[in-house]
């Protein structure tokens, strides 16, 4: 019956869950037949387009959740519709980062010009108490030495303090996303304001306008609850 329904009803171009492209159905023609390409899209766009496709992957995650499994495809969650991204110490690559940082310096003996490099924490960094209890994660400030370690003597590069971003107790990532929210955002700005000697307005200067109430970020597609 499954099957019967994956073939007669319109074809799903894009998984709002998955955020990806589906595979489609194939054309026939013996000579996708004859070299297996006709089986292999066929497998997969009867996955894809299966209608029990996105509720099996609900149920899936609200069983796991029931069990007290809180990870899952990358991304730590709660019932309480809190998420975080999964990022380790196997997620850590000192070669990259020492990569990155010789093109910023390139960057700026080539511009000639001064750079300021504003590292953004990643959500369980900067809000540990959203991750599960025990949950392994990786050590933020490691990478901040790091990153200080190859800038040091360089008088024309700075590694912009966030110690109020950090210290901030307010909700500064979106629950659903890895993203930070207009709160982060500010913080953020503020900080990179101060250690150019300026200053932002209080936040309540700004007039924050709510745009929607059904928004689900990148870390909600990875394990979407009921």
């Known amino acids: 019956v499954t099957g019967l329904l994956s073939v007669a009803h319109a074809p799903i171009r894009v998984s709002d869950i998955e955020n990806r492209r589906l595979t489609a159905l194939p054309s026939f023609s013996w000579e996708k037949v004859l070299d297996a390409s006709y089986q292999k899209q066929m497998e997969e766009g009867m996955k894809d387009q299966s209608l029990i496709k996105k509720p099996s992957i609900r149920i ?5 959740a029931a069990f007290g499994r809180q990870d899952r495809n990358g991304a730590y969650f709660d019932n309480d519709g809190t998420y975080v991204k999964m990022e380790t110490e196997n997620d850590y690559n000192a070669s ?6 010789r093109i910023l310096r390139r960057f700026s003996e080539e511009s000639g010009l001064p750079v300021d490099i504003c590292m953004i ?3 369980g960094a900067a809000e540990p108490q959203k991750l599960p209890m025990f949950a392994p994660y990786l050590d933020d400030s490691r990478i901040r030495k790091d990153v200080w370690k190859e800038i040091r003597g360089d008088e024309k590069m700075k590694l912009v303090s966030l110690e109020g971003f950090f210290n901030d107790g307010e909700e500064k990532y979106f629950y659903t ?3 930070y929210n207009n709160r982060g955002a500010y913080l953020a700005a ?3 304001q101060r250690s150019r000697g300026l200053d932002l307005p209080d936040i309540d200067y700004y007039s924050l306008v709510t745009v ?5 970020g990148t870390l909600y597609r990875s394990a979407p609850l009921y």
């Open 177 to 179: 996303d890895h993203h």
């Open 96 to 101: 990259r980062i020492a990569l990155n940082t």
């Open 190 to 192: 503020r900080d990179y």
């Open 121 to 123: 924490p990643p959500g």
């Open 60 to 64: 899936a995650v609200t069983i796991d």
């Open 212 to 216: 929607g109430d059904n928004f689900r």
